[in-house]
């Protein structure tokens, strides 16, 4: 048993997450953490109150600034992480989300969502948050001798696309899309030993969407009541659900899966409703 638990290991591994400081990121760094990985915080945010709060439990983790929708800028935070790590073995592409422009209202018809927020939205999710640092990175990647992983953050949107936001939903069936193509791509042209899967997140209840789940009362909004109705677990999830299958996905004991999308929603992808 200690032998296959050996398996889901990251000791020796080195861990890039782009997005880092986020809600998704953090929890996730945290989680690779404890796993045995070396960290990489790349965000465009601050990291350096999450990079002592790791640093102080024993993670080995360190901040870096990047800006995602900037290759350049991936770059030239590529060359410094290089500089400490010499290796990357995992690339977490955890940069995303929406803006209230780009989303349907009572004030904001479809018919009148600008070009740009779309624009600025599906680039986040899909360039900035998927294609763009898969390329940087990727490139030193495909010559591990032992290869890697990138995991990609997609969404339920994937699966089916939510009311009100729909420049997010496409760039997130995209991202699950690029997620598949990339891994046929660098296993057939260049190291079959580098994975590409992603995680689809269901419901979470963060202090980024609490407002939208929940009133002051904590009671459940429509919205949060027709989730609830919908997830078969009738329950809303943490970020910390996403550790175990990020763990798995980055380590050995995922060695001969590539190009899938694991849903960590509760049941909610499997519900018809009926």
């Given at each position: ?6 398996r ?158 729909p ?68 329950q809303f ?37 009926v």
């Amino acid at each position: 048993m200690k032998d296959i638990l050996q398996r889901f290991s990251l000791e020796g591994k080195s861990v890039v997450i782009t997005g880092g400081a986020g809600v998704l990121g953090s929890v996730i760094a945290e989680g690779l953490g404890h796993a045995g990985a070396r960290i990489a915080i790349a965000d465009i945010a601050d990291t350096k109150n999450l990079v002592n709060k790791l640093q102080e439990q024993g993670v080995d983790a360190r901040g870096y600034y990047m800006n995602v929708m900037d290759t350049e800028k991936i770059k030239a935070s590529k060359e410094e992480i290089f500089k400490d790590f010499n290796q990357i073995d995992i690339l977490i592409n955890a940069a995303g989300g929406n803006k209230k422009e780009a989303t349907t209202s009572d004030e904001l018809s479809f018919f009148d969502l600008p070009l740009d927020a779309l624009e600025k939205v599906i680039g986040l999710n899909l360039f900035g948050g998927a294609i763009l640092p898969s390329q940087v990175f990727g490139r030193d990647m495909i010559n591990n001798p032992e290869g890697g992983t990138i995991i990609n953050i997609s969404s339920m949107n994937a699966f089916r696309p939510l009311t009100r936001i729909p420049g997010y939903s496409a760039a997130k069936a995209a991202v699950s899309n690029f997620t598949q193509w990339l891994a046929v791509h660098f296993a057939q042209e260049y190291n079959t030993k580098l994975r590409v899967n992603a995680l689809a997140p269901g419901f979470f209840l963060t202090n980024q969407n609490r407002f939208l789940l929940t009133d002051k009362d904590g009671e459940l909004t429509p919205r949060g009541k027709s989730i609830i109705d919908h997830t078969p677990m009738a329950q809303f999830g943490n970020p910390e659900d996403l550790i175990g299958a990020c763990v798995w996905l980055a380590s050995d004991a995922a060695r001969f899966v590539t190009g899938i999308v694991v849903p960590i929603d509760g049941g909610f992808s499997a519900f018809s409703g009926v």
